[in-house]
């Protein structure tokens, strides 16, 4: 299995900040690696695919990049409503794997 | 807009078979693969496994012994059949849309918790 590394596992930023997440594969994956944010109580929602699309209707604060084994996240300026946890998952081989999720919180 | 809507027991007993349903509305269910993930409480997303509209599937190895998948078309659902449940397997069960390698629709999620 394909193991999917976030760093960190939880980030305290204040509104406004840029805020960025690691996810490190263990193998290559080329591109194919989405972003999710989870708010509590809720599903999943797709942000980024194949490591550096934003999904339609996904404000623009939302980037991704990386290729290979290493992928970055970014929220170029942190709003109250980005608290979530976000997850990194790659679809480059079965099974699908997820990363760890990142909780980020308002500090 | 397309909608999913998982539906079954809430609770099962240990060494029991755990069945869900996922029924998709707003899109036809036809020529996509649908997926099951799941989530204990407070942890990460764990995938189950896939099933394309003609029957085929592919199951993650943790699970494979467990699981099966089926689809009806005609009702435009699938369904997920877990046996020989434990405490472990408690966990949110979410149904998903695979869109070119991603996930694009997810239900809201079921809760199943597996107690005597």
């Known amino acids: 299995d394909i193991q999917m590394t976030q760093s960190p596992s939880s980030l305290s930023a204040s509104v406004g900040d840029r805020v960025t997440i690691t996810c490190q594969a263990s193998?290559?994956?080329?591109?194919?690696l989405n972003w999710y944010q989870q708010k509590p109580g809720k599903a999943p929602k797709l942000l980024i695919y194949?490591?550096?699309n934003l999904e339609t209707g996904v404000p623009s604060r939302f980037s991704g990049s990386g290729s290979g084994t290493d992928f970055t996240f970014t929220i170029s300026s942190l709003q109250p409503e980005d608290i979530a946890t976000y997850y990194c998952q790659q679809y480059d081989n079965l099974p699908i794997t997820f990363g760890g999720g990142t909780k980020v919180e308002i500090k | 807009q397309v909608q999913l809507q998982e539906s079954g027991p809430g609770l099962v007993k240990p060494s029991e078979t755990l069945s869900l349903t996922c029924t998709v509305s707003g899109g036809s269910i036809s020529s996509y693969y649908w997926s099951w993930i799941r989530q204990p409480a407070g942890k990460g997303l764990e995938w189950i496994g896939r099933i394309y509209t003609s029957g085929s599937t592919n199951y993650n190895p943790s699970l494979k012994s467990r699981v099966t998948m089926s689809v009806d078309t005609s009702k435009n659902q699938f369904s997920l059949k877990l046996s020989s449940v434990t405490a472990a397997d408690t966990a949110v069960y979410y149904c998903?849309?695979?869109?070119?390698?991603?996930?694009?629709?997810w239900g809201q999620g079921t809760l199943v918790t597996v107690s005597s």
């Open positions: 193998q290559d994956i080329s591109n194919y």
């Open positions: 998903a849309r695979v869109n070119r390698l991603r996930f694009d629709y």
């Open positions: 194949d490591a550096s």
